[in-house]
């Protein structure tokens, strides 16, 4: 299947700093990529979609300038994570999707465990 | 409301014993419905899907799933698990009137005993 990569696996921050957390499609072009958030032992909660070239669409909730989400290329789509504090400690996933329509699979990145300090 | 729900939270099998995990949905339109596994601190790997066609999906690692429209169900299910089978489960949908979201279940552990 194919790759999805997301950097870093790990980060640590303090409280008030801003972090990026990277997704790449390695061996395809991922049109649309989606940003879940995972608190410990609960289910994915989708937070954003973002698509190639156009604001992503956040999901209720979620605050759009706190989570800046950016899909530059086709390969790539970022998450920063602003003005950061410990109740934004979790997991974060990313997905992506080479194509639009209900019946394509999704690939998922390793996951970024991100604590807040 | 529109929901994908996995009724156990955890469950323990022994070694070699068969397993089944329940997935039901409710949705107007039957979703496209997958089967994602999840290691600890690891990100999601596909164990199958299912879209149309037979309602007996065949899966990686051994695993299976039946698709029962009348019960809105997605079971999953497997005839002898091993200890690497331990892990967290997840049921999930694309509703019939989403473009792409995939919408996840609450989650099942699975536990093995020796």
């Known amino acids: 299947g194919a790759v999805v990569s997301q950097h870093p696996s790990r980060v640590i921050c303090k409280s008030g700093t801003s972090v990026k957390i990277e997704c790449r499609s390695l061996?395809?072009?991922?049109?649309?990529m989606f940003w879940y958030r995972q608190f410990p032992k609960q289910s994915l909660m989708l937070m954003a979609t973002?698509?190639?070239?156009?604001?992503?669409?956040?999901e209720q909730g979620v605050e759009k300038d706190k989570f800046l989400i950016n899909h530059a290329s086709l390969t790539l789509s970022t998450l920063t994570v602003t003005s950061a504090h410990p109740e934004d400690s979790s997991f974060y996933i990313c997905?992506?999707?080479?194509?639009?329509?209900?019946?394509?699979?999704?690939?998922f990145g390793q996951g970024t465990r991100l604590t807040v300090v | 409301a529109q929901s994908v729900t996995q009724p156990d939270i955890h469950i323990t099998v022994s070694e070699g014993a068969s397993l089944e995990l329940r997935c039901n949905y409710s949705?107007?339109?039957?979703?496209?419905l997958f089967w994602y596994v999840q290691s600890p601190g690891q990100g999601l790997q596909l164990l199958l899907k299912?879209?149309?066609?037979?309602?007996l999906v065949q899966g990686i690692k051994g695993f299976e799933a039946e698709f029962k429209r009348s019960q809105s169900s997605f079971n999953l299910r497997k005839p002898s698990v091993h200890w690497s089978d331990a892990a967290e489960y997840f049921c999930?949908?694309?509703?019939?009137?989403?473009?792409?979201?995939?919408?996840f279940g609450s989650g099942t552990r699975l536990s093995i005993r020796p």
């Open positions: 997905s992506a999707r080479n194509r639009m329509g209900r019946n394509t699979e999704a690939f």
């Open positions: 061996d395809f072009q991922a049109t649309t």
């Open positions: 973002s698509n190639e070239g156009s604001k992503a669409t956040y």
């Open positions: 949705y107007g339109a039957t979703p496209y």
């Open positions: 299912y879209f149309s066609g037979d309602t």
């Open positions: 999930a949908v694309v509703p019939y009137s989403s473009a792409s979201k995939i919408i």
